[in-house]
């Protein structure tokens, strides 16, 4: 073998090995991104599968308040009594409508909130919800607010 032709075979290993790496990094990454994405639909699930539970168990007459965690806004702060008052006319969950999102965005966010969730009954938004949940650990509810409308401030009733 030639000079000439190791050189070109030198550049054709260089050449294929700077398109080797992101290619191999592509190759892994999405498998991760989809898992990730996975996981995180499945939480926002469990989530509104969580609250509905509470709506539906206030609209029976029931006590949601096993339910509920120990330490959340829920038992201390009038959670419970703000949703049954909220639900106090209405006999069919289907009724109720419940979205879940990633991360702290209602007006009173500190950071602290995993989600926000929004309640609404016949698509009319009824209350949000600002809820802690680790990764491993409890659902917490941290504070609840009734939405803001187009003429004044959302007030929040804790």
């Known amino acids: 073998m030639n000079e000439i032709e190791s050189n070109q075979l030198e550049h054709r290993y260089k050449r294929r090995q700077r398109y080797l790496m992101p290619i191999l990094i592509v190759i892994v990454a999405l498998p991760v991104l989809y898992w990730s994405n996975q996981n995180q ?81 016949d698509r009319t938004p009824a209350l949000e919800v600002r809820i802690a949940w680790p990764e491993k650990g409890a659902i917490v509810i941290l504070g609840y607010q009734y939405p803001a409308s187009a003429d004044d401030e959302s007030d929040s009733p804790g």
Do not use: C, N, W
């Not at 206030?58 to 959670?79: C, L, W």
């Open 41 to 121: 639909a499945r939480r926002i699930d469990q989530l509104q599968d969580y609250m509905l539970d509470i709506a539906t168990t206030i609209i029976k007459g029931d006590d949601p308040t096993s339910r509920v965690v120990a330490d959340s806004i829920a038992k201390r702060d009038g959670f419970i009594e703000t949703m049954g008052a909220i639900l106090e006319e209405h006999d069919d969950p289907s009724q109720v409508q419940v979205v879940a999102t990633e991360g702290d965005d209602s007006p009173f966010a500190d950071g602290r909130a995993t989600h926000t969730v929004r309640i609404a009954i």
